[in-house]
């Protein structure tokens, strides 16, 4: 499993200084921003969520890499009550709260955890987390995170919805290889010098026992 090299998309500096000014911005103008991946994937991402027969309105839904908290949005309008963002930016966790309280999401529906999985563990609560949604890509301690993931799941649920631009689906199963794939999301593709890729992998994985 090889890495990227250093990156300015791999500094706490770079996201700080993105949403700092994403932060101004709200405040100034009540744009929370867009999704880091786009609006199209987070709507297939919740459009799984909500269409799953695993989940239920109480379960335990993480977001790793949560940013401005957008996705984690989109599924308290829903109705799920049990939602967690993770970052490690103080400035992405601070807009997405501002974002939250000016939609009226009452506070108790989500947590917000100031962390970085490289090098920090988070702690385990009574309530397991049922499904996990991180971002792959910009990670660089990868071993690390990976491991990190699969020790928080739980595996009696253990789901892992990951998207990634970087990597195809073959590469991510490589990467999580005490996961098996459920179901690859739907996603434009593209043709390339006679081949045919998709623009981004998102895959749901079940963490085996």
Known sequence: MSDFGPSVLGTLGYWDGIYQKELEDFRDNEDPG??????????????WVKESNILSKESTIIDIGCGNGLLLLELAK?????????DYSKGAL???????????????????????????TIVKSENEPAIMKVCNDAVYKRA??????????????????ITSCNWTT??????????????????PTFTFGGKTGKTVSSCVFKLLA
């Open 170 to 187: 073959a590469e991510l199963q490589s990467h999580f290889m005490d996961f098996k794939l459920l179901e690859e999301l739907p996603a």
């Open 34 to 47: 867009t999704e880091w991946f786009g609006h199209n994937v987070a709507k297939r991402i919740v459009k």
């Open 144 to 161: 690390c995170y990976i491991e990190q993931v699969k020790q928080f799941l739980s595996k009696r649920f253990g789901i892992l919805l």
């Open 94 to 120: 601070e807009l997405a709260k501002n974002i939250f309280n000016h939609e009226k999401i009452p506070e108790d529906v989500a947590t917000w955890l100031e962390l970085d999985i490289t090098n920090q």
């Open 78 to 86: 829903l109705g799920y009550t049990n939602l967690c963002g993770v």
